[in-house]
């Protein structure tokens, strides 16, 4: 693999983008790459062919983008240009150009194995070699040559040139294909309509295929004729269930027909389930691409099966809203994906028959929102992005969950039929273009009647999250008085903010038989100030347990009062998704220290009988572990963590069916038993004895996880390991003894892990692929037995290196997978920890260090101060 270090130019600003918008505009690329020597493991790179048009301004220079192994030639407008002057670091001057141009480029570019452009794989299993793509938000420079920004969108026609036996596809329509020699064919793909190049995509390799045809019409009569596809590794096609996935494609496409009232307007529509994928999926227009741990080898539960329906309706909400109309600059990613996330969970619960895609929303999604939004380098939804590292970095919990929060709460703001009449005014506008939140802004206005500045200005151009509380009186048992209350603070500014929230306050009242609450009634408020009153809330016993924010319709963290609170976590609600939005303000304020972690999992395991979704069961479970791992005191901590461990065994024993529940339970299980110190013999022998009772029928992702516990304790040694991994040679499998053999409680071992993270290579030398970084890095950081401890110096010494020598994707794992964060408060004061000591000194020492690098330390110290406070609430 070739090692080229990242180039000084490779960060693009905005402004710069800016500059060349104002100069050029292209019409079309030709773009042929050959991959005949993909399967050449000595073979890094490939030759890519790059043909140009565009219009400039006479007489001015430009660039574009390329992070490739070589140019060989460079043509403009029939002239030779000397490559070694043009091409600069990240960058191939141009100039001067004509009206109209034509430059020709002729180069060599870099297979990836960090899942940036394009990505090489070489199954396990039998050893075929798959290629994919993956170019969001400007890793399609890594490829071929271009303008890579998204207002530069062009007509692309791409020709592949690969073994004659494997599946080739692009985002157009495959037209032709010509034999250039024995075993080796060219293929020519139908030229695209305008994109962006960041959702270009190309895909090669022995792919197993299915094929099947959607047919339908849009809301105003229009027939809709599309091809279907779908592809996976064939070493996974008995894992696919392409039934499932074309039902969910179908009604996706009849939901948005309906919603959108416009055709999807690029032509075929082939989803392929790709390996080692940084993304849960990427909507590349005509061939969209999937992690293929949506290809379910293991137990998957009924949330697992939500979860990909909601991403494939996600991806399939782009193919309008970011592919037709895309913004200008990535200050305006979030326009797309808080749309995608809000209206994909939307049309799944509407289009499928899952019924638990707003609790999981409510649960997990906001979860991620949440976390983000209360960081010191939180940001608007509409963010300041500077440059593209900021871009990179952005894909982020405001981005999605927030911003699709806020859009739900815009939804229940104007109403639905308002806000989907505004998305088909907008496309019909804007189609094929690019636009900015003004332009979205002008189609609600439009379709609601209404100014929407001043609701956009609250929501979108503030940061921090609101809470919410309910605050009572009582006079002989009822509720004499109650009023509503919003608080909140933008962490950049610390100003208070207040926000105009459409929300339900429900009312729960207690059942004889101790069973969960049970819903009595709702009211709906609006709040805008800091308080209101809540008048139907007079009268109510109080004995009822009270939830603002109830059916989650809004984006407020909630604080319970104390008898309410004690309702939910002793008795709980018998609504899921008032229990899922319950227990997410109850997790919010263990992380506040506002609620001791181990009453919370008190909570969790006097309620988690009642939780039907598999995916909220995960969440809290999860929630419970971390809490105790993380949010109690030393001297408590593991007894809490036996405890926590003998429900589980407990828990799984009781429930002898490969249900959900247990899937779930076995999960969390083994998650806790990495984080206790000392589990007792007769635990890991049971676990020893899951992996080979075919009752169990674990899978290979629980049997991995099970390897992984017993490996981290001792109890599994490397021959043992390596032969579990040789009898069932997966993709699973082999990232599986990667964590493994680092989890192992080995000093050298360990040293061993921290140097393969930190060069990015493993002890022979050979490029780790970004799964198997990560399974390096969190194999390293499973270290109940403390044996990887002492080297918090080695880490500031190397960020820096690292960050300027793997890729930003590759490094951002790094700096934050190995952040020194195993702390114990000791005084109370977080402030003179030396982790947060040291933290601090690095962060004012380094106020040049690339503002994406200084981003994560300050996110991951910000993790544990929020830490030792919690701890030092436990330990009061």
Sequence with gaps: MTDLPRPTNENLTRDEAAARSRIVRTHEYSVDIDFSRAADAAVDTYPVRTRITFDAEAGASTFLDYLGARVTSITLNGHEVDAAAAVDGARIALGPLAEENEVVIVSESIYSRSGEGVHRFVDPADGATYLYSQNEPVDCRRIYPCFDQPDLKARFHVTITADASWHVAANGELLASHAVRDGVTRREFAVTEPMSTYITTFLAGPYAQWHDEYTGRTASGVEVTVPLGIACRASLSDSMDPDEVFDITKRGLDWFHRAFDVAYPWGKYDQVFVPEYNLGAMENPGLVTLTERYVFTSPATEAQHEQRANTLLHEMCHMWFGDLVTMVWWDDLWLKESFADYVGTLAVDEATDFTTAWTTFASRRKAWAYRQDQYPTTHPIVADIVDLEAADQNFDGITYAKGASVLKQLSAFVGQDTFLAAARAYFAKHAWGNTTLDDFLDALGEASGRDMRG??????????????????????????????????????TGDEVLRPHVLRVGVYAPTDDEGPAEFEAAFEARIDGASIDVPE????????????????????????????????????????????????????????????????????????????????????????????????????????????????????????????????????????????????????????????????????????????????????????????????????????????????????????????????????????????????????????????????????????????????????????????????????????????????????????????????????????????????????
């Excluded at 009582?474 to 608080?487: P, T």
């Design 455 to 492: 609701w956009a200005d609250a929501w979108l151009t503030t940061a921090g999250v609101n809470r919410l509380r309910v605050q009572t009186t009582v006079e002989d048992g009822v509720i004499a008085s109650a009023a509503l209350h919003q608080d909140g603070v933008d962490p950049r």
């Design 537 to 876: 809330l007079v009268g109510v016993a109080a004995d009822r347990a009270v939830l603002p924010n109830d059916g989650d319709l809004t984006y407020a963290k909630i604080a319970q009062d104390a008898h309410s609170l004690d309702v939910v976590l002793d008795a709980g609600l018998d609504d899921e998704l008032a229990r899922a939005t319950a227990l997410a303000g109850a997790w919010n304020m263990v992380r506040d220290a506002d609620l001791a972690a181990e009453r919370f999992v008190d909570g969790v395991v006097a309620g988690e009988y009642l939780i039907e979704d598999s995916g909220v069961l995960a969440q809290v479970l999860a929630q419970a572990t971390s809490g105790l791992a993380t949010y109690t005191s030393a001297d408590q901590r593991q007894e809490l963590l036996a405890r926590w461990v003998a429900f589980l065994v407990d828990a799984v024993l009781e429930d002898p069916s490969t249900s959900d529940r247990r899937t779930v339970l076995l999960r969390t299980l083994f998650g806790a038993l990495c984080e206790q110190r000392s589990p007792v013999e007769p635990v890991l022998e049971v676990v020893r004895a899951w992996i080979v009772d075919p009752d169990m029928a674990l899978g290979e992702e629980l049997t991995w996880d099970a390897w992984v516990t017993l490996a981290a304790h001792g109890a599994a040694d490397e021959a043992e390991l390596r032969a579990a991994q040789a009898a069932a040679p997966t993709a699973v499998s082999s990232t599986g003894l990667t964590r493994a053999l680092a989890a192992r409680p080995d000093e050298a071992v360990k040293d061993a892990a921290r140097e393969a993270a930190y060069t990015g290579r493993s002890a022979d030398g050979a490029v780790l692929s970004n799964d198997h970084l990560q399974a390096t890095i969190d194999g390293l950081e499973i270290d109940p037995t403390g044996v990887g401890a002492g080297h918090e110096a080695e880490y500031w010494q190397r960020i820096e290196s690292v960050w300027g020598a793997q890729t930003q994707g590759q490094a951002t794992r790094v700096v934050a997978g190995l952040f020194p964060a195993d702390a114990e408060v000791a005084d109370g004061d977080a402030q003179r920890h030396p982790l947060v000591v040291a933290a601090r000194e690095w962060l004012s020492s380094r106020a040049e260090a690339p503002q994406a690098l200084r981003r994560i330390v300050i996110e991951r110290l910000d993790d544990l101060e929020r830490r030792l406070r919690a701890q030092a609430a436990s330990g009061e």
